[in-house]
């Protein structure tokens, strides 16, 4: 695998790291804020991390918990870990104190990384309760220059840096299929579960992303997508593959991520369906305003065909599609691709990844055309469920596929059309229906800003349909209107049987739509009346 004139020579991330430091110790990699970082600096700050963490008893397998939001810290504790040989258990920073237990306490963390505090939350007043409730950890590390206490269990990350400066030069095994990550599902389909996914998975994957987009090491790529989900770290390690320049963005703003794209000069930018949807809005998102920017990825959920030809009027983004279990990425879009494919599918397969559709009734393996579960095979697949191995053989078919969850249809030509979740489906009077074809039909009505579509329990139907959808700015609209739009270019039986309106839709921290949540505010209001 090569491109511009470098190579990906091994799929371990130490070694990935090693090779673009050594290629260019002076050349940019880290932008945040003020902050700038050269790969030189990064690569010796790794280093000592690592050879700190050592001294302190950490072993090739441990597990080391960030809890940190995008910055710099974040991307050095995730090469520390490569090169100590340990996975890292990236954390949103954002959780409650109970999901903040569970996590910790299932990925049996030795050791956490993180800010003081974040939004509200002291972290160390925290940990300072939770530390008897977490046998395995052993010591806290804390970013920042926040004056705090600390005792012989928490060390401020700067002086464990220095510290580790000054210790010998580590040596550990690169095992291409050690474990490099455990990376927990957002649990819109019930509780999180931490998936394993080797330095393999990852790294060859991120190779095979910026290959697509046939990146090079002179592209500048905005990570404002959170470190923590499988998308913002495969967008990390796409830009070590690269070579390339990353700009860390901690909170997402259009108007300030334009102004970043503009500064920064970014020619990559990736994101959700919801991060472009607000960039469009903004008056700056324009070629005019942004000449380098050239690609990117846009995945993480479904994306309408407007939007898409409304961001590439700026951006020239390929869509993704992939989850936390295919590290992630399964399928993109081309720049060559006819212009059909381009908007209506979520392109072909990566190289070396295989896709089936499974019948969903039967197990069997189905032909083209047809619809059923994705299911996929390849390097880019998880090794497991942490702690979790029924959910693991659940999740794989007799022949070693891993089962999505997804409903898509494969075409003769390799392109995949997602239809929709498999647990999602609603069945109305015994009628499949898929929310993601009734979403894309009410996402061409001018009055719809976003929607979600769900099934509500009803005695006589099964099931009801009802659309959730929150409004263009000053729209006035019944919902009446919007099942009239429906029954004009659908079947009978696809038509919402409710519109609720909703501010805002709630989402996850990876830009998804809590669909369950949304079932059940519905239902308890008709429960109610």
């Not at 050594?22 to 030189?40: A, E, M, N, Q």
């Not at 530390?131 to 705090?148: H, R, S, W």
């Not at 794209?261 to 903004?282: K, N």
């Not at 929310?435 to 005695?459: I, K, N, Q, S, T």
Request: hydrophobic fraction near 40%.
């Amino acid at each position: 695998m090569s491109f511009e004139g470098s190579s990906l020579n091994s799929v371990h991330l130490a070694d990935a790291f090693e090779a673009a430091a050594l290629r260019g110790p002076d050349r940019p990699f880290v932008v945040s804020g003020t902050r700038r970082l050269s790969y030189g600096q990064v690569d010796r700050e790794a280093r000592a991390l690592a050879a700190a963490l050592a001294d302190l008893g950490i072993e090739p397998g441990d597990r080391i918990a960030a809890i940190l939001p995008n910055q710099p810290e974040w991307v050095a504790t995730l090469l520390a870990t490569a090169y100590l040989g340990g996975a890292i258990v990236p954390v949103n920073p954002a959780l409650g104190y109970h999901e903040l237990k569970y996590q910790l306490r299932h990925a049996e963390a030795s050791i956490v990384v993180t800010t003081p505090s974040y939004e509200g939350r002291d972290f160390l007043e925290w940990f300072d309760e939770l530390i008897g409730e977490l046998p395995d950890v052993l010591y806290l590390i804390a970013v920042g220059n926040e004056d705090f206490w600390y005792d012989d269990r928490v060390f401020p990350y700067r002086d464990l840096v220095a510290k580790g400066s000054r210790l010998g030069t580590l040596q550990t095994p690169r095992d291409p299929d050690a474990t490099l990550a455990i990376l927990y599902t957002s649990g819109t389909m019930g509780k999180p579960k931490g998936v394993c996914l080797s330095h393999r998975s990852v790294v060859e994957t991120a190779w095979k992303t910026v290959q697509g987009l046939e990146g090079t090491s002179e592209d500048v790529s905005l990570v404002a997508v959170p470190c923590f989900t499988i998308f913002g770290t495969s967008m990390v390690v796409g830009g070590v593959v690269a070579g390339a320049t990353m700009v860390l963005q901690e909170h997402f703003n259009p108007a300030r991520t334009v102004e970043l794209l503009a500064r920064e000069q970014v020619t990559l930018c990736h994101g959700v369906p919801t991060m472009f949807q607000l960039l469009v809005r903004d008056r700056g998102f324009t070629r005019e305003r942004l000449p380098k920017l050239r690609t990117g990825i846009i995945a993480g959920s479904p994306v309408s065909p407007d939007l898409i030809q409304r961001v590439r009027r700026t951006c020239d983004v390929q869509i993704a599609y992939g989850l936390t279990e295919t590290g992630p990425t399964v399928t993109m879009t081309r720049a060559g691709d006819p212009p059909a494919q381009r908007i209506e599918t979520v392109g072909r397969p990566l190289p070396g990844v295989e896709v089936r559709i499974v019948d969903v009734m039967t197990g069997e393996l189905h032909g083209v055309e047809a619809i059923g579960e994705l299911a996929v095979k390849g390097s880019n697949v998880m090794s497991g469920y942490h702690r979790m191995p029924s959910e693991t053989r659940r999740a794989f078919t007799p022949e070693g596929y891993f089962l999505t969850g997804d409903l898509a249809m494969l075409d003769e030509d390799g392109y995949v059309r997602i239809v929709g979740r498999r647990k999602e489906m609603i069945i109305r009077s015994g009628y499949n229906v898929y929310p993601r074809e009734v979403e894309d039909v009410l996402r061409a009505h001018p009055a719809v800003e976003e929607v979600c579509v769900v099934g509500v329990p009803h005695e006589i139907l099964g099931e009801m349909i009802c659309a959730c959808i929150v409004p263009t700015e000053g729209a006035i609209v019944r919902g009446e209107e919007f099942v009239d739009f429906a029954r004009e270019q659908m079947a009978d039986y696809k038509v919402p049987d409710l519109v609720r309106f909703f501010d805002a839709l709630p989402m996850t921290a990876s830009g998804k739509v809590k669909r369950r949540e949304l079932a059940q505010v519905v239902a308890l209001e008709l429960t109610a009346s």
